[in-house]
């Protein structure tokens, strides 16, 4: 159990970099394009967490990727209430921790299926409730009183947005915008799994 965790120290690092990285850049819109109402830079690193998951999942199992998913939560929020606000740091760690262990549920229950079943459908699955929760918490007005708990100015995104000529509140532009990201995201990294399964395999027959 020891060895495996040591091997695990570079996938709970690596899921801890993501997260507080995706926290910290999530603060940021992506301005360029004329896309500032509909992206963050956080939408662009984020689903590397899904990846970190997968690979852990298809290599150890499910339970080490629990093991991930606990320890990269705990390093993760830890590390964003230093560098990101604390409403942000509660919706990420909130999210992370749901959303993260969906995936891991769904992942194991299809992983005998075709190759990319798994990591193409638990990634989707957990980016969609990942996306309600962490831009529900993080940005819509409801959840106001979490800034004023600990004293801060409303980081609410409640105001008008238009996404496509349909307006709507600016967290729920970001929202949709968030996700679409995610999911092209999720298609890209199928490739690197799959290079990540042949290296496992040669692994195996070395």
């Known amino acids: 159990m020891e060895t495996l965790k040591v091997r695990l120290l570079p996938y709970i690092l690596a899921m801890a970099i993501v997260v507080v990285a995706s926290n910290v850049l999530v603060q940021y819109p992506f301005a360029h394009f ?22 852990t999942n298809r290599r150890y199992g499910s339970a080490a990727a629990r093991l991930v998913v606990v320890a ?3 390093l993760a929020v830890a590390l964003s209430v230093w560098l ?28 005998r299926q075709a190759w990319w079943k798994a990591p193409f459908v638990s990634t989707m699955f957990g980016s969609a409730i990942d996306t309600v929760i962490f831009f529900g918490i993080a940005f819509a007005p409801v959840f106001a009183g979490i800034d004023a708990a600990f ?5 609410s995104l409640g105001f008008p947005a238009s996404l496509f000529g349909v307006e709507m509140p600016l967290y729920a532009s970001l929202a ?9 995201i999720g298609v890209a990294a199928l490739l690197p799994y799959a290079g990540f399964l042949k290296w496992t395999d040669n692994l195996k027959t070395a």
């Open 34 to 55: 004329g896309l500032g109402e509909i992206l963050t830079w956080g939408a662009f690193t984020y689903p590397f967490a899904f990846f970190v998951n997968d690979v």
């Open 72 to 74: 990269g939560f705990v």
């Open 84 to 111: 990101a606000t604390p409403r942000i740091a509660i919706a990420s760690g909130t999210a992370f921790f749901v959303a993260q262990m969906l995936d891991t549920s769904v992942f194991g229950a299809l992983r």
């Open 151 to 155: 004293g801060m100015e409303d980081g």
């Open 176 to 184: 949709l915008g968030d996700f679409m990201v995610k999911i092209m």
